[in-house]
């Protein structure tokens, strides 16, 4: 499978942005898809799943209520909207096919299948 991420840019503190993956390649709508991202100088940190479905979702304690991650296995295609942006968001963040059906599983397991490129969102302040 492929991923193809886009969406990324430039915003203000308290903004929004929304990412989109597209995916290509294998069965997308039989996985669970995953959102990391990578801060300067730190490692890469889960920040969103949802399952094969699109009926359940798992979120990091730090993007909780303020990120939204959705798919539309039509398209193949999963989308991450962030909304009240904080600095503390700046990241390359990096969309994943999980090896798993669940959001849930996917997060703990941290299996990944592929990984996309990466789109950078820088959040000033």
């Given amino acids: 499978v492929q991923l193809q991420a886009s969406g990324g840019g430039l915003v203000q503190a308290g ?3 929304r990412l989109s993956c597209a995916a290509s390649g294998r069965t997308f709508s039989s996985y669970a898809m995953t959102w ?4 300067p100088g730190k490692e890469r940190v889960f920040v ?3 399952n094969w479905s699109g009926s359940s979702t798992y979120y990091a ?3 909780k209520d303020r990120f939204t991650i959705s798919r539309d296995n039509a398209k193949n295609t999963v989308y991450l909207q962030m909304n009240y942006l904080k600095s503390e968001d700046t990241a390359v963040y990096y969309c994943a096919v999980s090896t798993k059906k669940s ?3 996917a997060y703990y397991s941290g299996e990944v299948d592929a990984w996309g490129q990466g789109t950078q969102v820088t959040v000033s302040s």
Avoid at 36 to 39: E, S
Wanted: charged residues 10%; neutral net charge; aromatic residues 6%.
């Fill in 61 to 63: 304690d730090s993007v």
């Fill in 103 to 105: 959001a849930v599983v």
């Fill in 48 to 50: 969103a799943a949802i």
């Fill in 36 to 39: 990391f991202r990578q801060a």
């Fill in 15 to 17: 903004g929004s942005l």
